[in-house]
T-cell receptor, first 115, second 115 residues
Framework: DAGVIQSPRHEVTEMGQEVTLRCKPISGHNSLFWYRQTMMRGLELLIYFNNNVPIDDSGMPEDRFSAKMPNASFSTLKIQPSEPRDSAVYFC?????????????FGSGTRLTVV | AQKITQTQPGMFVQEKEAVTLDCTYDTSDQSYGLFWYKQPSSGEMIFLIYQGSYDEQNATEGRYSLNFQKARKSANLVISASQLGDSAMYFCAMRDNFGNEKLTFGTGTRLTIIP
């Protein structure tokens, strides 16, 4: 089991550029989550998918953020245009689904810096 | 809405002593799950332990145990015989077990083990 795989690990971009973060969940997990971690706001959910369908996107900050899950093994989080306040660590996590007492498995995160 | 409160921003504990990290929660859900995660300085999120709201016994995983007091809405993490490698941020989180799968996190406690 390779765990949840995120890429890139680090991303430095200029304000106004498009940023795409990628995530491969654990095979067999049917729920996928995107979290953002900052010192000011802590860990906050951006969006989550169940069986590739977005279920809760209430945490997506604004129209600059979009997320897709075209199949069970891949998801993207896109920021366009990026702003310095988007600088954070973005985590992807997956789990087997509702009622499971297994922990949510997190990826290593993508540290995004927008300058 | 769910809310997790961790009132200890930081703790210092002597190596080999037991430590209790506090967590209180608020929810109107009847069935819910409580989780603890460890985040070392390297940044990854490591699942430690899970407690279901209907579980009659407190959860245990090796040196970790969860002191679950449902009436008081508390879910404290107890680490026995602390080790230097236990130094990290610790997050308490909860989830509705029959509805929205998102994990709601507390602000965390930074634990430092002193040799």
């Amino acid at each position: 089991d390779a765990g949840v795989i995120q890429s890139p690990r680090h991303e430095v971009t200029e304000m106004g550029q498009e940023v795409t973060l990628r995530c491969k969940p654990i095979s067999g997990h049917n729920s996928l989550f995107w979290y953002r971690q900052t010192m000011m706001r802590g860990l906050e959910l951006l969006i989550y998918f169940n069986n590739n369908v977005p279920i809760d996107d209430s945490g997506m900050p604004e129209d600059r953020f979009s997320a897709k899950m075209p199949n069970a093994s891949f998801s993207t989080l896109k920021i366009q245009p990026s702003e310095p306040r988007d600088s954070a660590v973005y985590f992807c996590a997956s789990t087997r689904g509702q009622g499971s007492n297994y922990g949510y498995t997190f990826g290593s995160g993508t540290r995004l810096t927008v300058v | 809405a769910q809310k997790i409160t961790q009132t200890q921003p930081g703790m210092f504990v002597q190596e080999k002593e037991a430590v209790t990290l506090d967590c209180t929660y608020d929810t109107s859900d009847q069935s819910y799950g409580l989780f603890w995660y460890k985040q070392p300085s390297s940044g990854e999120m490591i699942f430690l332990i899970y407690q279901g709201s209907y579980d009659e016994q407190n959860a245990t995983e090796g040196r970790y145990s969860l002191n679950f007091q449902k009436a008081r809405k508390s879910a404290n993490l107890v680490i026995s015989a602390s080790q230097l490698g236990d130094s990290a941020m610790y997050f308490c989180a909860m989830r509705d077990n029959f509805g929205n799968e998102k994990l709601t996190f507390g602000t965390g406690t930074r634990l430092t083990i002193i040799p």
